[in-house]
């Protein structure tokens, strides 16, 4: 069975920093591609950031480009965001999420962490 638990979200202030974690079991964790996706209040889930297995290929949304950074750790099972220069916009909760492709997220999720960001 599958599981993706997220962690590191809480309240921040606009500039500010956090890490989000996302340990991952139950599947062949270097064999993922692993991604974080994101929905604010009253909006749509928006991809964030995805990392391909193997080569550890990057995508990002235009949104976050050159603040936020995916990275994986394949000997832990563990995925993170790193989240710089953080805005108010950026306030939603965060998925984990395994299998996808570039900004197509696969078929598991994690139950998210809630970032909020303060003016």
């Known amino acids: 069975q599958v599981q993706l638990v997220e962690s590191g979200g809480e309240l921040v202030q606009a500039g500010g920093s956090l890490r989000l974690s996302c340990a991952a079991s139950g599947l062949t964790f270097s064999s993922y591609t692993m991604g974080w996706f994101r929905r604010a209040p009253g909006k749509e889930r928006e991809f964030v950031a995805t990392?391909?297995?193997?080569?550890?290929?990057?995508y990002y949304a235009d949104s976050v480009k050159g603040r936020f950074t995916i990275s994986k750790d394949n000997a832990k099972n563990t995925a993170y965001l790193q989240m710089n220069s953080l805005k108010p916009d950026d306030t939603a909760v965060y998925y984990c999420?395994?299998?996808?492709?570039?900004?197509?997220?696969?078929?598991?999720w994690g139950q998210g962490t809630q970032v909020t960001v303060s003016s």
């Open positions: 990392i391909s297995w193997g080569a550890g290929r990057t």
């Open positions: 999420n395994a299998g996808g492709s570039s900004s197509y997220p696969g078929i598991y």
